[in-house]
């Protein structure tokens, strides 16, 4: 192992270029992993690397459950002078039984790989909020079929599972429903020939420009 | 003399007579007990008619009214909800009444292919139930009551 004090192209290195210098710093990295600890105690780097990965984990974790947070996604004025204004005065948003759906809820997937590929999906966001794609009132508008358009088309893919995490089909008492709900879930909801986003698009925000939507005039 | 006690008397009148009327409190059918200046306590709002089944119309010319909820139903530039059920091409699927064939009219009486813009707003006609008492009785008589009264010319 050599160091720089003593190493005798030490002026040549300092001449070498930012690149040849990491591409060096990487490669004696690379030794330094891979050959076996002649300092710390097996039992000590086992100990260090579980400790390690806690809160490595544990903090990865609570990051991403805040950003899985209303509050979070109402963080932007894109999202809380416009979904999130026009979510308050619908039945997701206050209601008889006081139980409410967030952001969340309806728009990331519950189990874990599929939130992560969601949120991967997301960074684009970020790249909108930078160069303010969404920034007016106008440009939410003008973007508001497109935006909509994913959303319906993830609903429709995945059998309206957001929906399904609260709503459940077998726990669904149609004798309490209205005679209009009731023969229209036991035609299409129970023969499984729609999915709830179907028949319930625009629920919980306005809808966008509908024509040409398959059901809408 | 004469007149002075002539407008005494006036006095007095007006005296008695405004204090009476501020002793009374004035109760209406429709507002309660609560003094006119004041605005009383809004009675609570009660739920729809959701039965889903025709009612009969008043009289022939009435816009035929919503047996069901229609809360949070979108009718504007973007959509309308009501014609996901209720268009020519979707009642098959919702077995909903399709809107007549009048919507369809242009002023000059022209048939369009689709609703016509100015039918498009349901709601300006069309209107739910309550299930609320009437506050004041009605004595409208319809039409057909009218007819089937044994009268000379009428219907028998």
Not at chain 1, 36 to 47: E, I, K, N
Not at chain 1, 181 to 203: M, N, P, W
Not at chain 2, 109 to 126: D, I, K, N, W, Y
Request: charged content about 20%.
């Amino acid at each position: 192992m050599t160091t720089t004090a003593d190493d005798p192209n030490a002026e040549l290195n300092a001449k070498r270029g930012f690149i040849a210098r990491s591409w060096a710093f990487l490669l004696e990295l690379w030794q330094v992993l891979t050959r076996p600890s002649s300092v710390f105690a097996l039992g000590t780097l086992v100990l260090a690397g579980f400790v390690a990965g806690v809160i490595f984990w544990g903090g990865f974790n609570t990051a991403l459950e805040i950003t899985n947070t209303e509050k979070f996604c109402t963080g932007c004025h894109e999202m809380k002078d416009n979904v999130y204004a026009e979510l308050k005065s619908t039945i997701h948003f206050s209601n008889r039984s006081g139980v409410r759906a967030t952001c969340p809820d309806c728009h990331v997937p519950h189990n874990w790989t599929d939130k992560i590929a969601r949120k991967m999906q997301a960074s684009k966001e970020v790249w909108g909020k930078i160069f303010g794609t969404i920034d007016t009132r106008e440009k939410f508008q003008d973007h508001r079929l497109e935006l909509a358009a994913h959303e319906w088309a993830r609903f429709k893919a995945n059998d309206s599972l957001e929906c399904r995490n609260c709503h459940s089909a077998d726990s669904m008492d149609i004798t309490k429903q209205s005679p209009r709900a009731s023969v229209a879930h036991q035609r299409f909801l129970f023969t499984k020939e729609k999915t709830c986003i179907d028949c319930h698009k625009g629920i919980a925000h306005q809808l966008p420009d509908m024509r040409g939507v398959p059901g809408w005039q | 003399m004469m007149k002075r006690s002539a407008i005494i008397l006036l006095a007095v009148a007006i005296a008695a007579g405004t204090g009476s009327l501020t002793a009374q409190t004035v109760t209406s059918g429709l507002r309660g007990p609560t003094p006119l200046n004041d605005e009383g306590p809004a009675p609570p709002m009660l739920p729809n008619r959701n039965t889903s089944e025709k009612e009969v119309r008043n009289y022939p010319e009435q816009p035929p009214v919503i047996p069901h909820n229609i809360d949070g139903y979108q009718v504007d530039l973007n959509g309308n909800k009501c014609l996901s059920c209720h268009a020519r091409a979707r009642t098959a699927e919702s077995q909903a009444p399709m809107v007549s064939i009048t919507h369809f009219m242009d002023r000059d009486g022209q048939f369009l292919a689709s609703v016509s813009p100015r039918r498009f707003f349901c709601t300006e006609c069309h209107v739910p139930q309550n299930t609320a008492n009437l506050p004041v009785s009605n004595d409208f008589t319809d039409v057909d009551t009218l007819l089937s009264r044994a009268s000379r010319g009428g219907r028998r």
